[in-house]
């Protein structure tokens, strides 16, 4: 029998698995998952997917459930579902290839560009390969489709629903030539889609042979390392002490305005599961920091996979025993065509955040000071088209209960690399001037809070500078009496700019992004003398 082009009595058996055989299966799909990304990163064109590796990669079943995933962007990941759900509804058939990028069907913002391909080794579809991969530009109002000024979807951006990018195996050469015709970079679009498009191929060749090797055990691998990761999830959350934990924070402004944003929430622990409400949280703005459910989802999923067993394979069956809601109309739930760029970027930032605090309360020995809460991200580019530059810029990991915090590294839903400095000056007319950790930015305590980072960017033609950044006024909270972290700073040739601004600049000006530190944790008294020592040798802090 078919159903929607994909066959829905693929599995034929119903025997239990081994253990040994599962975790052999396990470990095979997963290593197609990475593998996928190898192909994506090595064989795309642009330094954001190419260097900074800000793309992730992931297999589904026939029934669009995750079923391996790489380790990569977890504000991607935990949002990949959605858009495997709108592309079920499209009747997939072998061959057949999506392209999707709308926030309100499964996407996070304009620039997550998702391909979804059926996996039909035998002519039969048994599953879907996606890539997901941020593209540094997919047109709008301003140069890399991160206006911080928006107040409107269409000002952000080419917006795709899900379409067949390829249809039973042939190209749709006109909606190809139809994107490339609202960006900026055609060629660079063009070449890092054929990277993506050649990742989910290796995962049907790839899946092909397993199903060779393994007949109809595949499939029925598909189902169990799902159930497995689910009862470890559970298992885990039913050790944790039920109740209801709050907290609450703000963002600082939303492009438009400068007026606090409340965000609010309660998760409830209830055995062997956790609901995650946002009740409370303020109206969807005019600006662009709303942020799809699919994004707040993701921000939770996260947050739940980092305070139980790392080992738990990474699948839907994490995500099984966790709900997460908010009222429509709202920051987490916007109605269209509410602006949503920075929402995936920044307000997923600050949804970790608070639900960490809210977990702090019941499991304080899991869970670290706060981190700088932000991307910090910058974006510059000329409306010619000749370039577009895309950096999110590391910044301090908030002490943990027995260490210190990690200094300049990438905080909570990004996961990626900094573009080298060789590969920055090669590609871009951009030439650095500094790239250093701050001093003292870490907030004391027992536990050090974690470094932010110094980068100084000079821009050597006329171009425009966007800027998308938080905690530039609330710092990273310490706990338990440790020091908050310092907050960050925005510089246009030594002059304060706002958190969120766009910036036409002349060749020479210099940009520098000063990110957060994370904050301490534990009273600084209690401070061990020979850490100060290490300390003012490393040149992390002084008295």
């Given amino acids: 029998m078919e159903t929607n082009g994909v066959d829905a009595n693929v599995s034929s058996t119903d025997d239990e698995i081994d ?14 998952a990475e593998e996928m990304g190898h192909v994506l990163i090595t064989g795309s064109y642009s330094p954001n997917i190419k260097e900074r590796q800000d793309c992730s990669t992931a297999l589904f079943d026939v029934e669009g459930k995750m079923i391996a995933q790489a380790e990569h962007i977890p504000v991607h990941l935990g949002a990949m579902p959605d858009a495997v759900d709108v592309v079920m509804d499209k009747d997939p058939k072998p061959g057949d290839v999506f392209i999707v990028n709308d926030p309100f069907e499964g996407g ?15 002519d039969d579809v048994i599953g879907f390969a996606v890539s997901r991969a941020h593209h540094a530009d997919i047109g709008g109002s301003s140069p890399g489709s991160m206006p911080p000024g928006a107040q409107e979807i269409y000002e952000e951006g080419l917006r795709l629903p899900a379409v067949r990018l390829v249809d039973g195996g042939e190209q749709n050469d006109e909606v190809l030539e139809m994107i490339l015709a609202n960006v900026r970079t055609p060629d660079e679009r063009r070449a890092d889609l054929r990277a993506q498009r050649a990742a989910n191929d290796r995962a049907e060749e790839r899946l092909g ?53 409340h965000l609010e929430t309660t998760v409830t622990i209830d055995n062997s599961s956790i609901t995650v409400d946002f009740s409370g949280t303020a109206e969807q703005v005019d600006g662009n920091l709303n942020a799809p459910l699919s994004v707040a989802k993701s921000a939770v999923y996260f947050v739940v996979r980092a305070v139980t067993d790392p080992e738990i394979p990474s699948n839907h069956g994490c995500y099984e025993p966790v709900t997460v809601s908010a009222p429509t109309g709202t920051l987490l739930n916007p109605s269209p065509p509410a602006a949503v760029v920075g929402g995936n970027v920044e307000t997923s930032q600050r949804v970790t955040d608070i639900t960490l605090e809210a ?4 499991i304080p020995e899991r869970v670290p000071a706060g981190g700088q809460g932000t991307m910090n991200n910058l974006i510059i580019g000329d409306r010619t088209g000749e370039f577009t530059y895309y950096e999110t810029i590391g910044g301090g990991f908030g002490a943990r209960p027995g260490k210190d915090g990690m200094d300049g590294v990438q905080v909570g839903m990004t996961n990626t690399l900094n573009t080298p400095i060789e590969a920055m000056e090669t590609e871009y007319p951009l030439r ?6 701050r001093e003292s ?79 301490g944790h534990g009273e600084p008294d209690d401070r061990s003398q020979e850490a100060r020592e290490q300390d003012r040798m490393d040149e992390k802090m002084t008295e």
């Fill in 19 to 32: 253990p040994a055989t599962l975790e052999i299966l396990r470990n095979q799909l997963e290593s197609i």
């Fill in 441 to 519: 930015s870490g907030g004391d305590g027992r536990y050090r809070g974690g470094l932010g980072l110094e980068r100084s960017v000079t821009v050597e033609t006329d171009a425009t500078v966007s800027l998308l950044t938080e905690r530039r006024r609330t710092a990273p909270a310490g706990v338990n009496g440790g020091e908050d972290g310092a907050t960050g700073e925005n510089l246009v040739d030594g002059e304060r700019v706002p958190s969120k601004a766009s910036v036409d600049v002349s060749a020479g000006t210099t940009v520098t992004i000063l990110t957060p530190g994370g904050g």
């Fill in 359 to 362: 977990l702090a309360e019941a």
């Fill in 209 to 261: 042979d397993l199903l060779d090797e393994h007949g109809s055990l595949l499939l029925d691998a598909f189902d169990a390392v799902v159930d497995y990761s689910r009862e470890r999830v559970e298992s885990e959350l039913a050790d944790l002490p039920d109740g209801e934990y709050r907290a609450r924070d703000v963002l600082e402004g939303d492009g438009v305005t400068d007026s606090d944003i």
């Fill in 432 to 437: 650095l001037e500094r790239y250093a950790l």
């Fill in 108 to 122: 996070t913002h304009l620039p997550d560009i998702t391909l979804v391909s059926t996996i039909a080794p035998e």
